[in-house]
């Protein structure tokens, strides 16, 4: 069974512009959830969704979007980019519960110049 | 707030070595706890977890934790680490998200290193 699937890989932006990032969860996991991982703040919770509904939120800024379509593949925005928002972004797919197995993506590394 | 606290940000330790990897955590709601491991560019990787039954979980690649509730602590554990072991480890907690919706939440990792 195919894993996480996280593109592009690499992306490097300037400031003011927005990205895009998609993840492709694991076949029949219907929950996705976001993550941001900075060496300053560690791993913290951007969304999660399920069932192309936002179930769980982060304490993020609404610069930070995200969606999920019927297919379970999930994409996040963030617009008008800043240097802080520069960092390793994952994304993990589970059956349905946050107890269930979340299985993790390589990630997007995201630089903002 | 729910919250985890790795006490070691690096730990240094020789091939075929034990290893006590310390984590507490706190949470006002029952507790589901879990080890992560994060090798160079790449996503995590559960290890193990625990959200009931029998304190001692096992988990992948010889690993184990003990869920201990008077302490508040999850440390994991590995009775002889391999140079493969070199890794970043994250503990991390139930928390609630809005809504009463839960999410994970964790800690600040700690960089495992392991010298021949």
């Known amino acids: 069974k195919a894993g996480v699937t996280q593109t592009p890989r690499y992306l490097i932006k300037t400031r003011g512009q927005q990205v895009t990032l998609s993840c492709s969860p694991i076949?029949?996991?219907?929950?996705v959830s976001w993550y941001q991982q900075t060496p300053g703040q560690g791993l913290q919770f951007l969304f999660e969704?399920?069932?192309?509904?936002?179930?769980n939120k982060g304490n993020f800024p609404g610069r930070f979007s995200g969606r999920q379509f019927s297919n379970s593949r999930s994409e996040m925005n963030v617009s008008t980019l800043e240097l802080g928002d520069s960092a390793l972004y994952l994304c993990?797919?589970?059956?349905?519960?946050?107890?269930?197995?979340?299985?993790f993506g390589p990630g997007t590394r995201l630089t903002v110049l | 707030a729910q919250s985890v606290t790795q006490l070691d940000s690096q730990v240094p330790v020789f091939e075929e070595a034990p290893v006590e990897l310390r984590c507490n955590y706190s949470?006002?709601?029952?507790?589901?706890l879990f080890w992560y491991v994060q090798y160079p560019n790449q996503g995590l990787q559960l290890l193990l977890k625990?959200?009931?039954?029998?304190?001692l979980v096992k988990g992948i690649n010889g690993f184990e934790a003990e869920f201990n509730k008077s302490q508040t602590s999850f440390h994991l554990r590995k009775p002889s680490v391999h140079i493969s072991d070199t890794a970043e480890y994250f503990c991390?907690?139930?928390?609630?998200?809005?809504?009463?919706?839960?999410?994970?939440?964790f800690g600040q990792g700690t960089r495992l290193t392991i010298n021949p």
């Open positions: 969704y399920f069932s192309e509904t936002q179930r």
């Open positions: 993990a797919s589970s059956l349905e519960f946050f107890t269930d197995t979340q299985y």
């Open positions: 625990y959200l009931s039954g029998s304190t």
């Open positions: 991390a907690v139930n928390g609630l998200g809005i809504q009463g919706a839960q999410k994970l939440v």
């Open positions: 076949s029949g996991h219907r929950s």
């Open positions: 949470s006002s709601v029952s507790v589901y």
